[in-house]
């Protein structure tokens, strides 16, 4: 099995300006083509891949992360988890963040969650609901754990592009232990809670054809966050950065969110 050892990737100069935190949690490299893409763009990025086994582990990681190779404060992209895990991060260190941008983030209210399994399973066939619930169940290795992402992409994308996956290093005991944690705390309104500490700008970027209601994200931050932004992209999923229709005007967001 191929492994990622080190615990970060960099593109551009060094130290970095802006972090972009990967999904999950536990899927380490997902955003790798993203990231990659903003240093051809002439951003110089951190990708931190986080590893601790709670909230709080990852929240700490994380700020160790930017200590040791960023030059705070910065620009943290979030994609999926990751939006959440920078909406808390930015709550408890915002002297260390300048914006912070929400790509794709999961619904921040329980309420808005329960209809996102049967809007995917309405875009797969018969025989892709069973073998994705099968992965979904089982401790796969490095086949089966490309084989979930590339089902979970045909429910989650409106028109990929033709980018190879990257390799991704999915953690199963991450994902189980931060996952129920966080879950715990959307039920609760802990995570709406802390969106009201944030106090740097901040963007929401969301595909429209993206399973995860793009109510859940902006009616929570309209009111918790008045000044953030919400922007929806037609004919984009949750992956915006692969989207042939999105992608460009998803980079160019965030150019100018960054600048």
């Known amino acids: 099995m191929i492994e990622i050892r080190q615990d970060y990737r960099q593109y551009g100069d060094t130290p970095s300006s802006v972090v972009v935190l990967h999904g999950g949690p536990g899927g380490a490299g997902e955003v790798e083509p993203f990231a990659r893409e903003l240093g051809r763009r002439s951003h110089d990025v951190l990708e931190p891949f986080q590893k ?60 808005f969650a329960s209809a996102i399994r049967a809007m995917k399973n309405s875009r797969l066939t018969h025989e892709q609901k069973i073998e994705l619930e099968a992965l979904r169940t089982e401790e796969g290795g490095v086949a089966d754990i490309a084989r979930f992402i590339e089902l979970s992409d045909v429910a989650d994308t409106y028109f990929r592009d033709n980018s190879p996956l990257p390799f991704v290093e999915f953690d199963s005991a991450i994902h189980g232990s931060v996952w129920a944690e966080a879950n715990e705390m959307r039920k609760s309104g802990a995570l709406v809670e802390a969106l009201s500490h944030i106090q740097c700008p901040v963007l929401a970027i969301h595909g429209d054809y993206d399973p995860r209601p793009s109510e859940g994200v902006r009616l929570p931050l309209q009111t918790s966050l008045p000044e953030a932004q919400f922007v929806e992209l037609e004919r984009c999923g949750h992956k915006p950065w692969q989207e042939v229709h999105a992608k460009r005007s998803f980079y160019c967001l965030l150019d100018n969110a960054i600048t």
């Open 52 to 111: 601790g086994r709670s909230v709080s582990a990852q929240v700490d990681e994380l700020r160790s992360q930017i200590d040791a190779y960023c030059s705070p404060p910065v620009v943290v992209i979030g994609w999926s988890w990751g939006a959440w895990l920078g909406c808390l991060f930015a709550a408890r260190h915002n002297a260390l963040i300048r914006n912070l941008i929400l790509v794709g983030s999961g619904p921040f209210e329980a309420r």
